[in-house]
């Protein structure tokens, strides 16, 4: 049976700042409410070790959760809004890394992030990623070997999503 971990700032906001990585799981289930993840950047000699111990390299992530091969792993994640004037995420490589797991992400901002979701292997888990705000200088959510038939349901609905950060466009609503 798979571990479960609550991180919650319920008299005040959790803060991870300047770090390689903010929160990394393996095998459990994970919410993660009142949190902000500010300069979370790959450290170069941490990558050896994101290699050797999970076989990726995910070196840069605000959060980042791996299931087990067949588990029922979950991520629940709640920001601190859609349009707070705090962001969730800034400036960080890797907004929201998942591989293998069901994931429930809702009302983050965004800003100057490498790619804002990174969600991988996860074929017949449901995917729900809401309501959010994402600036990101490469992709914005990123789906990787998700096979659409297999998985319970994808949604990827009621985002506001711009490239870089650039403010002079209209962002895409998706």
Same mark, same amino acid.
């Given at each position: ?29 994970? @919410? ?26 995910? @070196? ?8 087990m091969k067949f588990g029922g792993n ?7 809004g859609k349009y ?91």
């Amino acid at each position: 049976m798979p571990s479960i971990l609550w991180v919650s700032g319920n008299t005040g906001v959790n803060v991870f700042d300047n770090l390689s990585n903010g929160i990394i799981t393996k095998g459990t289930a994970l @919410n993660v409410e009142y949190c902000q993840f500010k300069n979370i950047q790959p450290e170069p000699l941490y990558n050896q070790w994101c290699m050797a111990t999970f076989n990726n390299n995910f @070196n840069g992530s605000g959060i980042y959760g791996i299931g087990m091969k067949f588990g029922g792993n979950i991520l629940t994640q709640k920001g601190l809004g859609k349009y707070s004037t705090v962001k969730t995420f800034d400036n960080v490589k890797y907004g929201i890394f998942t591989e293998r797991m069901r994931i429930s992400s809702l009302q983050n901002n965004m800003k100057n992030v490498t790619e804002g979701y990174r969600t991988t292997l996860s074929s017949g888990y449901k995917i729900d990623i809401n309501d959010n705000q994402i600036d990101a200088m490469q992709q914005r959510v990123g789906l990787y070997h998700n096979d659409p038939m297999l998985n319970k349901s994808l949604n990827v609905t009621r985002n506001v999503i711009t490239f870089g950060s650039l403010t002079s466009i209209v962002p895409a609503l998706v």
